[in-house]
């Protein structure tokens, strides 16, 4: 329990300094090397190549005891939502790819849909209707459906690269070829217009229905299960983690 809550004061600290200064802009070299971010502290070659050294042996004198089940962080948000953009790539990204061997992210794309004939699930009849109109649609089902295949930890850099594009949509078959070039877009493809990318939408839509307390916006981050309130003390990790305090009160999704 006491390691739990040490993981978790952990991250929510790295999270908390995000919000008053961009993630790493002080010190985050913007080195030229062929490795991505998350390879960077593999092995002190490549931390020495891409001169990531220091940041490598700071992460590496944090990081705790393996044996220890990492935190789990939880994102429900949408394709489309310009603040869910922001955070998945100022924030919850560049913080995974630090930390991912204490952090287990799970993502869930639906956010504020509403479904019709919920009750009765109906592939054939049933509609969500989202903020953005049907190319959100589209794009919460094309990441349901790379999550589906590819697993949590490949999607979640397929993702990142969508949302940090120009073009969402566009950007997934290109995006999909470079970080599982395994994977044949045909696939995602079949998934978003067959059945199962409906099925993958329902669980995410019972997902996020079955929160407690509800989301109210997004993006909606969840620790171990439990939603951290922006009046809650320090290890606040809801919107207030975007990066700029003054977004609260006038852009939520």
Known sequence: MRSTVYLSGLLAAFLLFCTYRTCFGMSHPKPACRYPPSQWCRSLEIALECKVQKQCMEVNAIRPNQTVPPVSVTLYYES?????????????????????????????????????????????????????????????????????????????????CMESSADVLNAAQPCLQLYAPSIAWSTVDSCVEGGLGYQLMHKN?????????????????????????????SGSLDYACTGAAVRLNRSLC
Not at 109 to 128: I, M, R
């Open 205 to 233: 839509a019972v997902m996020t229905r079955a929160l407690n307390p509800a989301h109210t916006y997004v993006p909606w981050v969840t620790i171990n299960g439990v939603i951290k309130q922006k009046n809650s003390t």
């Open 80 to 160: 489309m939502c310009p603040d869910c953009r922001i955070f998945i790539t100022q924030q919850l990204f560049p913080t995974w790819t630090m930390l991912q061997d204490i952090m287990a992210v799970t993502l869930v794309p639906y956010g504020n849909a509403q479904v019709k004939n919920s009750d009765t699930f109906d592939l054939e009849h049933l509609d969500y209707y989202k903020l953005h109109g049907e190319p959100e649609c589209r794009g919460n089902m094309i990441e349901a459906c790379i999550i589906h295949l590819t697993g949590h930890s490949a999607a979640f850099h397929i993702i990142y």
